[in-house]
C-alpha cells in the first residue's frame, strides 16, 4: 500500500547539516523535505510562500530565533504541525524546555539516518516520538489512553505537585523547598515514579505530565 508522503522542514543555522540531511533523507521516497531554514525568523518567511509541512526537525541554538521560540510560535500558529527537536544538547534542561513549548520529540544530531527517519514517520503517525528517556511501557500506556487527563495510575496529591514542578526550571532541592519536604522525600518520589511509570529520566516525568495534563505548555 502507497503512503501519503511526509512533508518535512529542516530549520537549523547549519548549512552543511542542513544540506547533508535533506541529501541522506533522498533516499527515503516516503519523505519529502518541503524546504530548508536558517533559523525560525526564515521559517515564518517560507511559511507565508508555502503549505505548512507535516513535521519540522528544529534545531534548539540558533541566532534570530532559536527553537524554542520557533517552537511556540508553531503551536499557536500551526498547531497541526509536528515539532522534533534536533540537537547537540544532552541535558534535561533545553529538552524539557521544548516539550514544555510544544515539541513532540528529541533526538541528537549524532543520530543514524535510519532513526531520524524512524522518528519522523514515528512522530507522524502519533503525535510523539518517545525514544529511549521513555519506554515502551510508558508509550503503551499513552496509546492506550484515549482520555485526556484520565491517569492509568493513582498519583498523590504530592506526587501530582511534584510532577508540575518537574515542569519548572526547579532542581529537584528547590522543589523540596518549595513543597517544604526533604530532599530525601523528593529522591523517594522521583525512584519511586520511575519505577512505577517505567521512566528513567526528568525528561520523561515532564512529557508524562504534560501527556496526562498535569501541566500545559
Known amino acids: ?18 544540506q547533508g540531511l535533506t541529501s541522506l533523507l533522498s533516499e527515503y521516497p516516503e519523505i519529502h523535505v518541503a524546504f530548508e531554514a536558517a533559523n525560525g525568523a526564515e521559517m515564518k518567511d517560507r511559511l507565508t510562500a508555502a503549505p505548512a509541512p507535516d ?48 515539541a513532540g520529540g528529541y533526538l541528537v544530531k549524532e543520530s543514524r539516518i535510519a532513526d531520524v527517519v524512524q522518528a519522523i514517520r514515528t512522530i507522524h503517525e502519533q503525535g510523539y516520538f518517545l525514544n529511549e528517556l521513555i519506554s515502551a511501557k510508558m ?3 499513552i496509546q492506550d489512553n484515549p482520555t485526556p487527563g484520565a491517569l492509568q495510575v493513582q498519583l498523590s496529591d504530592n506526587e501530582i505537585t511534584f510532577l508540575r514542578l518537574c515542569c519548572s526550571e526547579l532542581t529537584y532541592k528547590e522543589i523540596a523547598a518549595e513543597m517544604k519536604l526533604s530532599p530525601h522525600t523528593i529522591d523517594n518520589y522521583r525512584q519511586e515514579l520511575f519505577d512505577r511509570l517505567a521512566i528513567k529520566s526528568r525528561t520523561g516525568l515532564v512529557l508524562f505530565a504534560i501527556k496526562n495534563e498535569l501541566y500545559a505548555p
Open 1 to 18: 500500500m502507497q503512503h501519503k508522503t511526509i512533508q518535512i522542514a529542516i530549520v537549523d543555522d547549519h548549512t552543511l547539516f542542513r
Open 55 to 102: 513535521v519540522v526537525l528544529m534545531d534548539i541554538n540558533m541566532p534570530v530565533m532559536d527553537g524554542f521560540e520557533s517552537t511556540q510560535w508553531l503551536k499557536q500558529f500551526h498547531p497541526d504541525v509536528k515539532v522534533l527537536a534536533l540537537s547537540t544538547f544532552e541535558d534535561d534542561k533545553p529538552i524539557i524546555k521544548m516539550l514544555k513549548n510544544g
Open 139 to 141: 508509550l503503551r500506556s
